[in-house]
C-alpha cells in the first residue's frame, strides 16, 4: 500500500518528477561513467603488454618509452642499432627478445617492423600470446600480418596486395607503391592496440625505406626502435636493466613495464580524483534539487498529509512516505542512468577503440558500479529526510 | 428517532487549546461538552471560528493544552500518539470539505487505504466489504478504478461517505462537506449521509455555517455557546 501510494502520488506530479529524475539520471550516468572509464582503461592499459620483463630502446623518458613502443601513443623515441640489439639478445639470462620498429603508416594505422618472434612471445592480458584469425606468421620478406581491426576496416582478405608507405600521415606525400607486399595472416582481437598494427618484417621497413632498390641482401636493417625482452629468470631483471644503462657504444634504456604503468597512473591519480570530485559534485547538485522539489511540495500537499492523518496515519507515515518517493526516483534514476551508460559503451566501443586504443568493456556493473549504487541511495536517504523530516513535521502539528 | 440514553460518546470537559503556545490567549476554551449515543448533532460557527480545530481535536490529530477528552470511552489523552492514530481509524468516520479522498487513487484504493491504518483486512468482519458498500451508495462499478479526480462531485460524495464509513464507525464526523455544493447537490448529499448514519446506527457531529440544514438534525449548537473564548 505504501509502494502503491506513493508511485502514484509520483506519478500524479509527473513534470516535476520527471525533471527530478533526469537530473538523477545524468549524473548518475556520469558518476558510473567517470569510474567505469577510469577502471576500464587501467586495466586496458595494464593488459596491453604482460609477461615482458623489461622494454628497451633509446634513452628517454620511461613513459615515454612505454607509451611509444608498446602503445603507440605519444612522441617518437630515437632509434637504436641493430647491434645493441643483438647484444643484448645474446645475454645469457635472456629467453626471447621481440625488435620493434616503428614510424611508418598504412591508412593511418601504425605499422610495426618485427619477426615471428612477436608472435611467438607476445603476450597481453592474463598471458594470452596471439593467435591467428586466418593464415599464420610471415613467411616471405613482403609478408603481411593484420591486427583484426585493421582487417576488418580496410576490408582485406589473405593473399590481397597492399600499398606501405613512408611516415604516419594518413596520406602520405612519398607512397611507394613498387612494394608487393601482400596479406599473409589475421590476428584475432586482443581488445589493445595490436588490433589498430600492420605487421611487416624488419626487412620489409628496411625495403620500403631503401625505394624498393636494393637486393635482398641488404635489407638487413641496421637500426630498431625498441626491443621487448623476456627473461630466463626474473631474478636477473635488474642486474640486466643496470647493464644495458650502462651500455658505453649507445645511451639505452631499460624499463619495467610495470613500474613505468605504475608512474603514469600516479601521473593520472590527480586528474582521476578531479573527475571524482567533479561528478560527486554533480550528483549531490542533482540530489539536493530532488529534495528541494520534494520540500517545495509540502505545500501544496497540506490537504493530502491532513487527510492521511484523519485516515489514521500516524506522522511518521508521512516521514516514511517522502522517504520512499525519494527513494522510486532514486532507484529509477540509477536503473536509467546505468542503462544510459550501457548503451552509449555499446554505441562508442569501436570509436573508442580505434582512436585513443583503449578497449573499454560495455558492461557498467562491478563492485565499484554497485560501491557508488549503495552510496546513492544512501545519500538519497540522508538528504531526502529532510523534506521528509518538513512532512512529519506537518502532519504532527497540521501548521 | 430519539437519542438513546447512554454514556455520552464525547464528553470534553475544561478545554484550552491555542495553535501558537506562546500567546495566552486560547482559540478554544470549552468548560464542558458532550454528545449522546446516536445523536445527530450540527454545529453552527462562522468561518475561523474553530470549527476545524475542534474536530481536529476531537479525532486526537491534535492535542489540548489541557483538559480531558474522551470518545467512545476512550481517554484521548491517555493514549499512546500510535494508539491514538490507529484508534482514529478504526472508531471515527470523517467527511470534510473537500471530501478528503485522495485525487490520484481509485475509490476502491481510498477506502483500502482507511482499511490499511486501520490495520485490519476488509476480510475481517468488523470492516464492511467494499464492493457491497459501494453498490450500497450507488456507485457504479465502472468508477471504482479511476482515479477520483476523475469522478463528479456527486460521486465524490458518495465515495467519501462510504470511506468514511468502511470501518463501521461509532462516530462520524463532517467537516462543512455540504458547503461547496449546489442545493440540489447537498440536498442528495444530505440525504446520503443521514440514510447511511442511520443504516449504520453512527453518532453524527457536522460542523457547519448554513444554519439550513437544521432540519436534517436533533441538536443544533453554536460554536459561540461551546466555546467560551478568553484568557
Ligand atoms: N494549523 C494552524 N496553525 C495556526 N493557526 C491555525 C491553523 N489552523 C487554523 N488556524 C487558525 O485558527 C483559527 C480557527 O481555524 P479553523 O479551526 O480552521 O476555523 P473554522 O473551521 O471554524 O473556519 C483561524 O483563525 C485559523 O487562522
Ligand atoms: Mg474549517
Partial sequence: ??????????????????????????????????????????????????????????????LNLLLYSVFRLGAPVNNISWRSYQEVSSNSSVAWTIPLSLGDSHKGFRVLGTNNDYFKHFQYGKKT??????????????????????????????????????????????????????????????????????????????????????????????????????????????????????????PLMAILPGVALSELWRMLAFLEDTLRLISSMVFVAALLGLAAMMASTIRERKHEIHLLRILGAPPSFLFILFQVEALLISITSLLAGSALLAISLVASQKQISAQLGLHLGANPFSLSSVVIGVSVIAATMIVASLPALQAYKQAKTLS | MSPTNQEPIIKLSDIKFSYSKRSNQHLLNIPSWQVDSGERVLLIGSSGSGKSTLLNLLCGILSPDSGEISVAGEALESLPTRQRDSFRAKRIGYV?????????????DNIKLTNYFAKRSNKEEHALHIEPLLLELNIDEAHWQKPIKQLSIGQQQRVAVARAIVNKPKLLIADEPSSALDYENRDRFMDVLMSTADAHSM???????????????????SMSDVNIQGV
Fill in chain 1, 1 to 62: 500500500m505504501l509502494i502503491k501510494l506513493a508511485t502514484k502520488s509520483l506519478l500524479d506530479r509527473k513534470s516535476s518528477v520527471l525533471l527530478s529524475c533526469i537530473a538523477m539520471t545524468i549524473s548518475i550516468f556520469v558518476l558510473l561513467g567517470v569510474e567505469h572509464i577510469r577502471k576500464e582503461s587501467k586495466e586496458s592499459f595494464s593488459s596491453t603488454i604482460s609477461g615482458a620483463d623489461l622494454i628497451v630502446g633509446a634513452r628517454s623518458g620511461q
Fill in chain 1, 129 to 250: 600470446p596471439l593467435s591467428f584469425e586466418q593464415g599464420g606468421q610471415f613467411k616471405e620478406t613482403y609478408d603481411v600480418v593484420l591486427g583484426s581491426e585493421v582487417a576488418a576496416r580496410l576490408n582485406y582478405q589473405i593473399g590481397d596486395p597492399i600499398v606501405l608507405s613512408h611516415g604516419i600521415g594518413e596520406t602520405s606525400f612519398t607512397i611507394h607503391d613498387k612494394h608487393p607486399f601482400a596479406i599473409s595472416g589475421l590476428l584475432m582481437p586482443t581488445g589493445t592496440p595490436v588490433d589498430q598494427t600492420v605487421h611487416v618484417k624488419l626487412e620489409g621497413i628496411e625495403a620500403i625505406h631503401q625505394d624498393g632498390k636494393a637486393s635482398e641482401l641488404e635489407l638487413q636493417p641496421e637500426s630498431i626502435t625498441a626491443f621487448i625482452v623476456g627473461l630466463k629468470s626474473r631474478v636477473a631483471t635488474f642486474r640486466l636493466q643496470r647493464e644495458i644503462s650502462e651500455t658505453q657504444s649507445e
Fill in chain 2, 96 to 108: 470534510a470539505q473537500s471530501f478528503n479522498l485522495i485525487p490520484y487513487l481509485s475509490a476502491i
Fill in chain 2, 203 to 221: 453518532t453524527l457531529v457536522f460542523v457547519s455555517h448554513d444554519l439550513s440544514l437544521q432540519q436534517y438534525f436533533h441538536r443544533v449548537e
